[in-house]
T-cell receptor, first 110, second 113 residues
Framework: QKEVEQNSGPLSVPEGAIASLNCTYS??????FFWYRQYSGKSPELIMFIYSNGDKEDGRFTAQLNKASQYVSLLIRDSQPSDSATYLCAFARSGYALNFGKGTSLLVTP | DTAVSQTPKYLVTQMGNDKSIKCEQNLGHDTMYWYKQDSKKFLKIMFSYNNKELIINETVPNRFSPKSPDKAHLNLHINSLELGDSAVYFC????????????FGQGTRLTVV
């Protein structure tokens, strides 16, 4: 089983701050990386994907990938209480499915 | 218009029973999946189908049998249910052809008593 490691948290940040979520993976052959957000009792929702080294920005979200260090991160700028959720990191395995980490719980406090 | 829909949303049943969960996607995707999320929220791949063909069977007990009558549907039948089968089961789909952005159904919470 190819592994994805995430700090389970909870990560607590004040409203308006930058939340930084990190993920490491063991499969050097991985090419595609994804961040999902999951609210309690709901299904995972894709918020970012990144395929190349470097940064990718979409609104308040920035995904960062460093394949040499096998590290992917998600930055959330201007964090809002509505961002409070579990964030799941995933990478593509074998071209046919995603392997997920156990998720980091984020709490944004007003 | 729901993209990936699964039924039922909740399922409570006794040990030893057989049950099915249905999944349909209207996204025109070629690949469909079943994931299991346990009580610790770990989301694990069970099966992957591409154009009705089984691609991944992730060491799931053979009490679990997926069936894909066409590429828009992937159902999951579970025989002889056990307490440890209690979890949330998610159906998902992706475009296929190496495109793995997966879109999830709302989940089925299975409780075995």
């Amino acid at each position: 089983q190819k592994e994805v490691e995430q700090n389970s948290g909870p990560l607590s940040v004040p409203e308006g701050a930058i939340a930084s979520l990190n993920c490491t993976y063991s499969d050097r052959g991985s090419q595609s990386f994804f961040w999902y957000r999951q609210y309690s009792g709901k299904s995972p929702e894709l918020i970012m994907f990144i395929y190349s080294n470097g940064d990718k920005e979409d609104g308040r979200f920035t995904a960062q990938l460093n394949k040499a260090s096998q590290y992917v991160s998600l930055l959330i700028r201007d964090s809002q209480p509505s961002d409070s959720a579990t964030y799941l990191c995933a990478f593509a395995r074998s071209g046919y499915a995603l392997n997920f980490g156990k998720g980091t719980s984020l709490l944004v406090t007003p | 218009d729901t993209a990936v829909s699964q039924t039922p949303k909740y399922l409570v049943t006794q040990m030893g029973n057989d049950k099915s969960i249905k999944c349909e996607q209207n996204l025109g995707h070629d690949t469909m999946y079943w994931y299991k999320q346990d009580s610790k929220k770990f989301l694990k791949i069970m099966f992957s189908y591409n154009n009705k063909e089984l691609i991944i069977n992730e060491t799931v007990p053979n009490r679990f049998s997926p069936k894909s009558p066409d590429k828009a549907h992937l159902n999951l039948h579970i025989n002889s249910l056990e307490l440890g089968d209690s979890a949330v089961y998610f159906c998902a789909s992706s475009q296929g052809g190496g495109e793995l952005r997966a879109f999830f159904g709302q989940g089925t919470r299975l409780t075995v008593v």
